[in-house]
T-cell receptor, first 115, second 117 residues
Framework: NAGVTQTPKFRVLKTGQSMTLLCAQD?????MYWYRQDPGMGLRLIHY???????AKGEVPDGYNVSRLKKQNFLLGLESAAPSQTSVYFC??????????????FGDGTRLSIL | AQKITQTQPGMFVQEKEAVTLDCTYD???????LFWYKQPSSGEMIFLIY??????QNATEGRYSLNFQKARKSANLVISASQLGDSAMYFC??????????????FGSGTRLLVRP
């Protein structure tokens, strides 16, 4: 049971380069999220999706783009990487219930360094 | 604005003792949910326990329980009989109200717990 899989696990980029982080979930979840975690801080929401073909901005969306062409995949793109985007990135997914009591299930994270 | 506050950056507890990790929240919504996650040094986020704002009973999951005091807007995590494997970062998170059906989570800054043998 894979759950939420993030690729790659580590990446080093130079300033100005672009890259895409891939998140895949096999739980048939409707909702998917991208967070970033910086030292000494909790997770902050970058973008999220409530269904295939839909995306929305979170708390810190600048410099990132996302796409959800398939229900099981949620891609996070950095168009022109900046040192301030050095962080650990987490993808999460959750199912929909009217009560909202379903937890988000997280991937293992991607450690990204921008030089 | 909704906010989660964890005022204890770090805590120590002796093995086999109980420990309480504090979490206070601020929201104007009547419907909300509170989650606790554990992040070991390996980095993954592990869901521990959930409390809904309308739940009358405090949530429990094995050695984890949630001391939910709605009037005080606190949702403290209690870990009983601490084990060495409980050493980790612990995050409190709040799901935004039902008016926003995206079920986004707002996280606190975390508490690092170290269990002493």
């Amino acid at each position: 049971n894979a759950g939420v899989t993030q690729t790659p696990k580590f990446r080093v980029l130079k300033t100005g380069q672009s890259m895409t982080l891939l998140c895949a979930q096999d739980m048939n979840h409707e909702y998917m999220y991208w967070y970033r975690q910086d030292p000494g801080m909790g997770l902050r929401l970058i973008h999220y999706s409530v269904g295939e073909g839909t995306t929305a901005k979170g708390e810190v969306p600048d410099g990132y783009n996302v796409s959800r062409l398939k229900k099981q995949n949620f891609l996070l793109g950095l168009e022109s990487a900046a040192p301030s985007q050095t962080s650990v990135y987490f993808c999460a997914s959750s199912s929909f219930t009217g009560w909202g009591n379903q937890p988000q299930h997280f991937g293992d994270g991607t450690r990204l360094s921008i030089l | 604005a909704q906010k989660i506050t964890q005022t204890q950056p770090g805590m120590f507890v002796q093995e086999k003792e109980a420990v309480t990790l504090d979490c206070t929240y601020d929201t104007s919504d009547q419907s909300y949910g509170l989650f606790w996650y554990k992040q070991p040094s390996s980095g993954e986020m592990i869901f521990l326990i959930y409390q809904g704002s309308y739940d009358e009973q405090n949530a429990t999951e094995g050695r984890y329980s949630l001391n939910f005091q709605k009037a005080r807007k606190s949702a403290n995590l209690v870990i009983s009989a601490s084990q060495l494997g409980d050493s980790a970062m612990y995050f409190c998170a709040m799901r935004e109200g039902r008016m926003d059906s995206s079920y986004k989570l707002i996280f606190g800054s975390g508490t690092r717990l170290l269990v002493r043998p």
